[in-house]
């Protein structure tokens, strides 16, 4: 089969989930295109400038179809069968005419993402919200990355008969981490967003006697006093830890939602701490719940030798069931 896909060119936990399905798609037999936005035929200072533009005027639709229709002339030379988008501001193209099947893969409910963030005011985050589900209910599927974002959608954006969830994955790794006192602990990713609850992490590495790093894009503000260590090269950084951290804010959405570097820390056979209110890592292997006032607790009782093994043979069995080419399997049978 002939397959377009289309998604972002930041290595976000999105672009990873794209490549992962380029990839499993290539191993099947598909002839897979991708095109990267923004990427060479985007004109990157164009693609910058429009969306400075529609920040400034409130117009995510303008942004969005400028996309799209950039992205017709390019689909339109080829006869694709499926045309799978990532991420609500690449996704409008999938409201458009198309003869194949049309595949929306929703990393996240943007609009719920800008309620919770209060940036922006309600009529454009109300506008922003029927853009995300004219796109979902003109798609033949509407992919989450995990039973809990699904349920959330269901229950607070659109409960459609096409909503499936075909679970995030990961490449987990032949050499695991191992064992080491005194224990570090790592976080990896951005922490930009509100979401990625800086308080919390500035206030855990102010009481923790163990290193926490943190690897990611964005530099944080000087005053959250975080052992910011820049981007990241390569993750086999993670082979210098003993356990992989995240950080999570408290609404409704991060409660109910999913996080990518969890999988990536599992397939390390990294043990994970997550705080007690985040569901999904509830029903993974290898995952230790958290709060303010026990973490130095938890780590204490898992950094006993025996302890730790136990977990991180929990975390390796877990990421080797999260391989992606069991979590996509899926995807093959719908297209």
């Not at 694709?80 to 194949?100: H, Q």
């Amino acid at each position: 089969m002939n397959i377009a896909i289309i998604g972002t060119s930041e290595h976000t936990g999105g672009y990873v989930r794209m490549m992962a399905f380029k990839n499993f798609l290539e191993l099947k037999n598909n002839n897979v295109d991708i095109y990267k936005i923004p990427d060479d035929f985007f004109s990157k200072l164009w693609y910058y400038y429009q969306s400075a533009y529609s920040k400034l005027k409130d117009y995510e639709i303008r942004l969005m179809n400028k996309i799209a229709d950039a992205l017709e002339s390019k689909l339109k030379k080829k006869n694709y069968d499926v045309v799978i988008c990532f991420e609500t501001k690449y996704s409008l193209i999938l409201t458009r005419k198309m003869n194949g099947l049309k595949i929306f893969c929703c990393e996240a409910p943007v609009a719920d993402e800008l309620y919770f963030s209060s940036k922006i005011n309600i009529n454009r985050i109300k506008n922003v919200k029927q853009i995300e589900i004219n796109i979902m209910k003109n798609s033949d599927y509407v992919i989450f990355p995990w039973e809990t974002t699904e349920n959330y959608v269901r229950k607070y954006v659109w409960n459609g008969d096409n909503l499936i969830t075909i679970k995030y994955g990961c490449y987990p790794k032949n050499k695991t981490v191992k064992y080491f006192f005194p224990t570090s602990i790592v976080y990896l990713g951005s922490i930009k967003y509100y979401w990625s609850n800086k308080e919390l992490l500035s206030y855990l590495t102010k009481i923790s006697p163990y290193k926490i790093d943190v690897y990611g894009i964005n530099k944080p503000e000087s005053k959250y006093n975080i052992n910011y260590k820049g981007y990241a090269q390569s993750l086999d950084i993670l082979y210098n830890y003993q356990y992989g951290l995240n950080t999570i804010s408290k609404d409704i959405l991060r409660k109910k939602h999913f996080s990518s570097k969890l999988l990536c820390y599992l397939s390390y056979g990294l043990p994970v701490l997550y705080p007690e209110w985040q569901l999904f890592p509830n029903e993974l292997k290898g995952c230790i719940s958290y709060n303010e006032n026990n973490f130095l607790d938890k780590i204490e009782k898992y950094s006993d030798i025996d302890e730790w093994y136990k977990i991180s043979n929990d975390a390796i069995e877990q990421g080797r069931l999260l391989d992606w080419n069991i979590t996509l399997k899926p995807l093959e049978k719908i297209i």
